[in-house]
């Protein structure tokens, strides 16, 4: 299990799981799982404030499920910001 560290930008994160899930690869509901889990909190509470089932159903793809957490994790960095 992997997990966002407090200072890591959110594309640093998804690099390291993209590269992660090459040697993994993971099914696309248990990549979900595991990239959810890993984020830093304010980026899963702006996930539900946008959509209160986006955590709980994975996108189609895998590089959905990127997409989806750079999204979200770009949206919280620039409100910091």
Do not use: H
């Not at 890993?38 to 959509?51: H, I, S």
Request: overall charge negative; some cysteine; proline content about 5%.
């Amino acid at each position: 299990m992997e997990f966002q560290k407090a200072s890591e930008l959110i594309k640093d994160y998804v690099s390291r799981m993209r590269a992660l899930n090459m040697v993994a690869n993971l099914p696309r509901n248990l990549l979900w799982e595991y990239l959810v889990t890993g984020l830093q909190p304010e980026v899963r509470e702006y996930m539900k404030r946008k959509n209160k089932d986006s955590l709980d159903v994975a996108p189609a793809s895998p590089e959905m499920c990127f997409e989806a957490i750079t999204s979200a994790g770009m949206e919280v960095e620039n409100e910091r910001i």
